[in-house]
């Protein structure tokens, strides 16, 4: 399937992940300075600063974490871009970022700083997985999917996937991945069953 929408590449459809790409870069070119301001900092958000709810999943903590990050853009993006509108997506990965965020704030007293896109790519995942099943209940659409779930749940059972944890310089908030899976899969739902919102489009 991903073979199948790389032959059929169009441009105009990379708009909006080669400009989060942009940013995502720009923001990493900041430095320590940019990071501090922006990262999600517990103690800073209750005292007033509520933008970080939001800039800390634009910031990394280095550049093998920027660098994975953006991987994980474009290859979302082959996989599932034509399943939901630009507009869509941009509703999706809103979502993924408040749950993320919201989960943190509610449900993870002792999460000091969190940095980092992962926990919202996990929501464009799971909005893609659910828009493939959809769309086409075939064996292949069911294993990604169960391995998807697997993955979340042995992040919550044994920690962060042994690959992944030794290819990162900072601890794996994996809490991250599945409030923004959350967040992605419950707008996504809603999308879905919405026909009017189903063909919405830029």
């Not at 209750?46 to 939001?54: F, I, T, Y």
């Not at 707008?187 to 026909?195: E, K, S």
Request: charged share 15%.
């Amino acid at each position: 399937m991903a073979l199948e929408r790389l032959l059929r590449f169009r441009p105009g459809e990379w708009v909006l992940p080669l400009g989060l790409v942009v940013l995502l870069l720009a923001l990493g070119l900041g430095g320590p300075d940019t990071i501090a301001a922006l990262r999600y900092e517990r103690s800073a958000v209750l005292g007033g600063e509520a933008w970080r709810l939001v800039t800390a999943h634009l910031v990394h903590g280095d550049a093998a974490h920027l660098g994975w990050n953006i991987v994980g853009v474009l290859v979302v993006w082959v996989l599932f871009a034509r399943d939901f509108s630009p507009r869509q997506w941009l509703v999706v990965m809103a979502a993924s970022t408040v749950s993320a965020s919201l989960g943190f704030l509610l449900l993870e007293p002792d999460l000091a700083w969190y940095v980092g896109f992962s926990g919202v790519l996990h929501g464009c995942t799971a909005a893609g997985l659910l828009a493939w099943l959809r769309s086409a209940r075939d064996p292949l659409t069911w294993f990604v999917t169960g391995l998807f779930v697997a993955k979340l749940a042995w992040e919550h059972v044994a920690g962060a996937l042994p690959f992944t944890a030794a290819s990162m310089s900072l601890p794996v908030v994996h809490e991250a991945h599945t409030y923004g899976a959350f967040g992605g899969a419950l707008v996504a739902l809603w999308i879905l069953c919405r026909p009017r919102m189903r063909g919405a489009s830029l």
